[in-house]
Nanobody, 125 residues
Framework: QVQLVESGGGSVQAGGSLRLSCSVS????????MAWFRQAAGNERVGIAK????????YYADSVKGRLTISQDWAKNTLYLQIDSLKPEDTAKYYC??????????????????WGQGTQVTVSS
């Protein structure tokens, strides 16, 4: 059974940094596409970053490019998202997601099969 469990969220001031983690179980990593999405209150869930497990190829949404870094450590079965220079508009619930094949173009919700429950990030000005 595949399980994704996010952690590392919290309340921070603008300009600060956070590293989110996603602990993965029940999933063979080879050829898996892993991603981070976020959903602000009242808004749709949107993709912000993805990584292909066997090549470390990454992709970022234009809105966050330069401030986010997605990475993985499969020895620890963990996906990470480093967020720097946090802004109030980064306030959202952050979700990790998995797809058991190569990454599809873009970052679309239907492309991902498995989801975590999310971790809340709140940024104050």
């Amino acid at each position: 059974q595949v399980q994704l469990v996010e952690s590392g969220g919290g309340s921070v001031q603008a300009g600060g940094s956070l590293r989110l983690s996603c602990s993965v179980s029940g999933l063979g990593f080879w050829g898996t596409c892993m991603a981070w999405f976020r959903q602000a209150a009242g808004n749709e869930r949107v993709g912000i970053a993805k990584i292909l497990s066997n090549t470390d190829t990454t992709y970022y949404a234009d809105s966050v490019k330069g401030r986010l870094t997605i990475s993985q450590d499969w020895a620890k079965n963990t996906l990470y998202l480093q967020i720097d220079s946090l802004k109030p508009e980064d306030t959202a619930k952050y979700y990790c997601a998995a797809r058991l094949t190569d990454c599809a173009p873009g970052l679309s919700l239907p492309d991902f099969t498995y989801w975590g429950q999310g971790t809340q990030v709140t940024v104050s000005s």
